[in-house]
């Protein structure tokens, strides 16, 4: 089992829609969990951090985190086609230990 | 604030060869961790510096090696250079405080022929 799943998609939305990202993850110790946005060429771009159970919402972006069910999600509203990238979700590894595990990401599309 | 910086951008070396890369964080940032990425095996966890110190190491073979310098600017080193160490390589920082947000480099982009 991979320590983070992500559908790898490609995930198409129309512009102006809502877009749901989601991940799983198998470590039951990780506590801090961030989504990257990674342009085709460049690095990747923190867009979202989220500690607690619960939504999160900065701008058009809502984070979402159940740590029972161990699941991790990214809403975009108002999808814009600057927002066509991947998404990747990152989970923190135990306490002390200051590495994030990647999954592969979901490619995005948003169509004009 | 300047962000991460990393040096070079581009490299090419032979198999065989060892290489060098460097990265300074964003100022009052302690911690740096390094990582690769290649199509095949997405982002993988090098290792993390803190206070000079290695703090913890992922699955990568001793060829790869680190340090962190007293000001917390980090190198990294791959000894024998193979194939599969073609990647981009990437480091991050972290003010280590309560968020342990990792903030990326634009990555340093590395081919072996």
């Known amino acids: 089992q991979k320590e983070v799943e992500q559908n790898s998609g490609p995930l198409s939305v129309p512009e102006g829609a809502i877009a749901s990202l989601n991940c799983t993850y198998s470590d039951r110790g990780s506590q801090s969990f961030f989504w990257y946005r990674q342009y085709s060429g460049k690095s990747p771009e923190l867009i979202m951090s989220i500690y607690s159970n619960g939504d999160k919402e900065d701008g058009r972006f809502t984070a979402q985190l159940n740590k029972a069910s161990q699941y991790v999600s990214l809403l975009i509203r108002d999808s814009q086609p600057s927002d066509s990238a991947t998404y990747l979700c990152a989970p923190r590894g135990r306490t002390g230990a200051n590495n994030l595990f990647f999954g592969t990401g979901t490619r995005l599309t948003v169509i004009p | 604030k300047a962000g991460v910086t990393q040096t070079p951008r581009y490299l090419i070396k032979t198999r065989g060869q060892q290489v060098t890369l460097s990265c300074s964080p964003i100022s009052g940032h302690r911690s740096v961790s390094w990582y690769q990425q290649t199509p095949g095996q997405g982002l993988q966890f090098l290792f993390e510096y803190f206070s000079e110190t290695q703090r913890n190491k992922g699955n990568f073979p001793g060829r790869f090696s680190g340090r962190q310098f007293s000001n917390s600017r980090s190198e990294m080193n791959v000894s024998t250079l193979e194939l599969g160490d073609s990647a981009l390589y990437l480091c991050?920082?972290?003010?280590?405080?309560?968020?342990?947000?990792?903030?990326f480099g634009p990555g340093t982009r590395l081919t072996v022929t």
């Open positions: 991050a920082s972290t003010w280590v405080g309560t968020s342990y947000e990792q903030y």
